[in-house]
């Protein structure tokens, strides 16, 4: 498939991601993807925002789903938030990395600039495996020069308050913070042609 040298319309952000991004467990308005929309805005930018965001999604799943969204939303800017899914299952680093690495060639040859979004897992499967995990997000964000959120979860995670009965997902008023984690890095793409 051809794809245009630049995206058209460069307003619109596609959030591709999981179950942190589809607002699992809260009411879709409540999600930090809802907010984002409004943020924006609130803030006089004329971007449109379509999340394509699926609950238990992987990277591999995603991947295959991806040159669809690209095609039918031809985003300005890719939102990528995966990673959490493959983690808890246990897939070898190798091949998240390699879903990742696609997802990002496919985004930028479709004409996007993206903003990639990291994910820490918990221990389960040892600590060389949660440490690799972590640090590929770093490593394919200073091979393609991306913007990164190391951790969406950063400061959630651990505040029960501000996580559901589950312990994995944020409830409603986690949102505000997950979308202040996005806002930094990705107001600066929302200025770029």
Known sequence: MAWPATAAPAGTILVVGDSLSAGYGIRVEQGWVALLQSRLRAKGYGHRVVNASSSGETTGGALARLPRALAAHRPG??????????????????????????????????????????????????????????????????????????VLLEDVALDDALMQADGIHPNAAAQPRLLDAIWSPLEPLLRQK
Do not use: K, W
């Not at 903003?115 to 949660?130: K, Q």
């Not at 490593?139 to 020069?145: M, V």
């Open 77 to 150: 800017v890719v939102i990528i938030e995966f990673g959490g899914n493959d983690g808890l299952r246990g897939l070898p680093v190798a091949d998240v990395r390699a879903n990742l690495d696609a997802i990002v060639r496919t985004s930028q040859q479709a004409g996007a600039r993206i903003l990639l979004v990291g994910m820490r897992i918990p221990p389960n499967y040892g600590a060389t495996y949660t440490t690799s995990f972590h640090r590929l997000f770093g490593e394919i964000a200073a091979q393609y020069r991306l913007p990164l959120v190391p």
